[in-house]
């Protein structure tokens, strides 16, 4: 690592010691009740897209979102990575509301909708390019590439809602009556406002 990196990297821990002093200046107990439960009642699915953040999003604190990540908010049964995050946010932190939350933009549909050649991550976009397939006609009907882009964004993340209520994690929670909700929602990253796309939906 040379020493302009590093310079760099030290710059990330004067922030966090920055961050740390002022949340303490705020509330002098901040850290010390974080550090004793975790109860979020939100489960945020989302795209890992680094202007995305989402507890900044919807303006909550460290501890209010339980928080899980990939490109293009995809949920499909095969990732056991996302599947024990839901799992633990349902079964272990009872978490009420589940958010699946695309953006605008997003550069994985972008790419699986120009099918560009990335490599590995190419397997990942797969899924995006079957949501494709199944709303081609809408897709390819509106007028300009963002468009396009964008509608597929907003079918993506009603897909992923629907592969959330379908898992047997949810199913289950359903089952047992447990109050769980499921939600899409869409982000503009032009203006910072949320759209939903899917309301509510639960096991009733």
């Known amino acids: ?19 740390a002093d002022k949340m303490t200046r705020h509330d002098p107990d901040f850290f010390t009740h974080l550090s004793k439960q975790q109860t979020p009642e939100y489960l945020w699915i989302g795209c890992a897209d680094s202007r995305v953040p989402a507890n900044q999003v919807v303006d909550l604190l460290p501890g209010e979102v339980f928080v899980h990540r990939n ?3 995809i949920v499909v049964h095969s990732d056991l990575n996302c599947l024990s995050v839901i799992q633990f946010a349902v079964n272990v932190l009872e978490v009420k509301h589940i958010i699946v939350c695309g953006h605008y933009g997003c550069g994985g ?11 590995l991550i190419d397997n990942w976009l797969h899924h995006i390019k079957d949501v494709y397939r199944w709303h081609k006609e809408e897709v390819d009907a509106q007028a300009s ?9 907003e079918k ?7 592969n959330v209520c379908h898992s047997t994690i949810v199913q289950h929670a359903w089952n047992n009556n447990k109050d769980l909700t499921v939600h899409g929602w869409i982000y503009s990253i032009d203006n910072g406002i949320l759209k939903a796309l899917e309301t509510g939906i639960n096991g009733n």
């Open 156 to 162: 993506n993340v009603i897909e992923q809602v629907a």
């Open 71 to 73: 490109i293009a908010n």
């Open 109 to 119: 549909v972008k790419a699986a909708f120009e099918n560009q050649k990335l490599g």
């Open 145 to 153: 590439t963002e468009d396009k882009i964008n509608l597929l964004c």
């Open 1 to 19: 690592m040379n020493k302009f990196q590093h310079r760099k990297l030290e710059s990330l821990f004067k922030r966090n010691k920055a961050w």
